[in-house]
């Protein structure tokens, strides 16, 4: 019966309109385009970022990345050297050169002898020059002007051009942030943040996440109301007493200034602290009670409970923290600016790229590869371990 | 140089076995003085009544042992400065004499702070809104299609890029060039594609198209919609899978249309997670520091609190009225953080 009626179900529609059309799900279709759509608007930023930052300089400069698979145009004019520059050459004078000058690879696509004139003369043939002589420049740039007599003039003539510069993919702009920016450097810097900031707070939040979760005493509900109250007290409000705090103990060691690695790891192992701790408690609050209160009764101390049960239980919540506090160190330009400071060898890559932006703000080869290095680090994290940060996000938000 | 690094690093993986260390040796070490002074291994010796005696000191002794030296780093780095900034925002420049509220009466007066406010007060309007709205829309869209998971981890991946990377992945988006010129930034190439001036959107103040609008903020918001989307989407959906299928169901079966759906059944249901999605962004944008500072630090009228206090703090060393400008943030904080505490109160009655 119902398989019948099924049958009809399908029959139906297609019989009493029996275009194409009616049978699209239009609500359906509407969803991919809007979909698509978003995800496009979302990626299309770093898509750019990726695809300019792998491009030839030159024509970063003057084209958009989408069409960077395209070649692109551009006006240009140089000045030919002086009169004498010419040799003699079996009772000719010549001056020779390149119109690109050295090392590019630009194609000639019509030059002239006035800004008005770009396309006077096609690639290989010749134009008369004022000072005498003629000139012939060739596709790759390359340039011959001979004369009968020598050359006089003082002033080099100009040649306007418009070249064409051929798709070019490469990594030199990354070889050259890296290697003349101090950018690896900075990688380096950000890794030595970075790691011991992440381990350190983790073995102290267990425990005290499990005292929270599972130990009575007076004053358990103030603590965790005092973490709670803790997540969202604003950074601000610590720099500037502890900045004195530090300078006061480094004066007090004789040393110029508080600004010490050593500093920046117990900064963010504190300001790490109240997540990892309100996180963990969560969790180990989830873990089923009748585990704990049979090792109890067999006699087993908290302790021994934790070390043995807990905290390998946990594993999955100490993963979620461990990427949000590595992600959170290594993304962070407010910490690292103040307790390490903006000088160039104790830059993180944060700060780093932000001195670019303000030094090569127009040198986009520069930093789109600059802001690339910078986040491909966490980018391989979340993209590899984004089942634990997810995990932890639902557990951070109070469902 | 070459010898620096190699000692920078050395440092690092010492300082990390040294702290390890030093936590593994203060928990097992005061665990085992606890064990030795308080154990209770050898019932039969002890005299009446002391095992129980001893098995309750343990108690109340053991959990402060746990909590000790996280609270000990929360104390000094979080619990103190709050203390000290609220100190200090009464006192003069250089911490020494106290003022009054001279800080807080320089700071109404300042265009500045007054800047700040306002600009505070249009982010904490459009960056939760906007970032929720389309964090949901993107939720409710990725659950009906089969390619949905990866739209959902490619709108997420911002999440993990910081706030300094995003800028330049955005400045370069608003690139601006001569209007003679190929533009490279794809917003004003969009916008001459379609016959328009380009701008540059960075350093646009109002007015604007004869509208009064601070349009170079909105551009600025735009960064931290495009991270905080992705965050609001991961919630959203975790919450929208909890929907009983059957209420769905039910709504269907009555007749009801998708946006119905939507609107009448979905957001109710969970309206809950939206007001936390929401308070969570409001505090980023609260802190909002690193995107101001990278794009323009604060000129053309976008300067917000957590920059001015930047400038107040490490440009002209004025401890007193940087603390003043944190004083301002926290107080715009507290209400959230009142609620969360009293909510997380709530749940903890019930355990």
């Known amino acids: 019966m119902t398989a019948i009626a099924d049958r009809v179900d399908d029959v139906r529609p297609a019989a009493s309109a029996p275009n194409f059309l009616s049978r699209v799900d239009f609500g359906r279709l509407g969803a991919h385009i809007a979909l698509l759509f978003l995800v496009a608007l979302w990626t299309f930023p770093t898509a750019g970022l990726l695809v300019s930052s792998l491009r030839d300089k030159d024509q970063l400069a003057v084209s958009g990345w989408w069409t960077a698979l395209s070649a692109s145009v551009a006006q240009d004019v140089t000045r030919l050297p002086q009169g004498n520059a010419g040799t003699e050459e079996n009772g000719l004078w010549v001056i020779r050169g ?78 050259e942030v890296l290697s003349a920016n101090g950018v690896a450097r900075s990688f380096i810097n950000s890794f030595t943040v970075t790691i011991p900031a992440t381990i350190i707070p983790i073995l102290m939040a267990a425990f005290a996440a499990y005292a929270l979760a599972w130990m009575r005493f007076p004053g358990r509900g103030l603590i965790v109301a005092l973490i709670v109250g803790l997540l969202v007290v604003p950074l601000q409000m610590s720099l500037i007493p502890l900045l004195s705090l530090y300078n006061n103990i480094a004066h007090a060691f004789g040393a110029e200034d508080g600004k010490t690695y050593l500093g920046i790891w117990l900064a963010h192992t504190a300001f790490g602290l109240p997540l990892a701790i309100y996180l963990l408690r969560n969790y180990m609050a989830g873990i089923p009670k009748d585990i704990l209160e049979s090792a109890r009764i067999d006699g087993a101390s908290h302790f021994k409970i934790f070390t043995g049960m807990i905290l390998p239980l946990s594993f999955p919540a100490l993963a979620s923290f461990s990427i949000f506090q590595f992600l959170w160190v290594w993304n962070d330009l407010l910490v690292a600016m103040v307790f390490l400071g903006a000088q160039d060898e104790k830059l993180v890559l944060t700060g780093k790229l932000v001195s670019l932006l303000g030094s090569r703000g127009n040198n986009w080869e520069i930093l789109t590869a600059g802001a690339f290095i910078t986040i491909v680090v966490p980018l391989i994290v979340f993209f590899g371990l984004q089942r634990y940060f997810v995990r932890g996000l639902l557990a951070g938000s109070v469902k | 140089m070459t010898a620096e690094l190699f000692q920078q690093i050395t440092s690092a993986a010492f300082a990390i076995v040294i702290a390890v260390a030093a936590c593994v040796a203060y928990f097992w070490g005061s665990n085992w003085l606890l064990e030795k002074f308080l154990g209770t291994q050898n019932v039969e010796a002890l005299p009446e009544g002391e095992a129980t005696r001893r098995d309750s000191l343990m108690g109340q002794i053991s959990p402060w042992l746990f909590l000790l030296p996280a609270l000990l780093f929360l104390s000094v780095y979080l619990v103190y400065p709050v203390v000290e900034t609220f100190r200090l925002s009464f006192f003069d420049k250089n911490g020494i004499n106290f003022v009054g509220f001279t800080n807080y009466s320089w700071l109404f007066g300042d265009n500045d702070f007054r800047q700040s406010i306002v600009n505070n007060l249009l982010w904490l309007i459009i960056v939760p809104s906007l970032s929720t709205a389309f964090g949901l829309v993107i939720a409710v869209l990725a659950d009906r299609l089969w390619w949905g998971n990866i ?84 919630i959203l959906s975790a919450a929208l899978r909890g929907i009983p299928e059957e209420t769905l169901e039910a709504a269907r079966v009555d007749g009801a249309n998708d946006f119905q759906i939507f609107f009448n059944i979905m957001i109710p249901q969970i309206w809950g997670t939206i007001v936390v999605v929401w308070t969570t962004i409001t505090i980023v944008v609260l802190k909002v520091f690193d995107i101001i500072f990278a794009m323009t630090n604060g000129q053309w009228d976008t300067e917000v609190l957590a920059n001015l206090m930047f400038k107040w ?15 301002i943030i926290m107080i715009a904080v507290l209400p959230i953080m009142i609620w969360n505490i009293r909510r997380a109160n709530a749940e903890e009655g019930t355990r």
Request: charged content about 10%; proline content about 6%.
């Open chain 1, 98 to 175: 390149n119109l690109f000058g050295e090392d590019t690879n630009k194609q000639l696509q019509s030059f002239g002898l006035t800004a008005n004139d770009l396309g006077a003369a096609q690639p290989g043939s010749s134009l008369p020059m004022n000072d005498g002589g003629t000139i012939t420049v060739q596709a790759d740039g390359s340039y011959e002007w001979v004369a009968d007599a020598a050359f006089t003039h003082t002033r080099g003539p100009r040649v306007f051009y418009i070249a064409g510069i051929p798709p070019r993919f490469t990594l030199e702009n990354y070889a």
């Open chain 2, 151 to 234: 739209a959902k981890s490619l709108v997420f991946m911002p999440m993990a890029i910081s706030f300094v990377g995003a800028s330049v992945i955005w400045k370069f988006v608003y690139d601006y060039r001569g209007e003679s010129d190929n533009q490279i930034g794809i917003l004003n190439a969009i916008v001459t594609a379609f016959g328009g001036e380009p701008q540059a959107w960075i350093t646009l103040t109002p007015p604007w198209l004869g509208m009064n609008i601070p349009v170079n903020s909105f551009f600025l918001m735009i960064i931290l919609v495009w991270i905080q989307t992705g965050f609001a989407m991961v």
């Open chain 2, 313 to 327: 703090m490490f440009v002209n060393f004025d401890y007193g009225r940087g603390s003043a400008i944190a004083i």
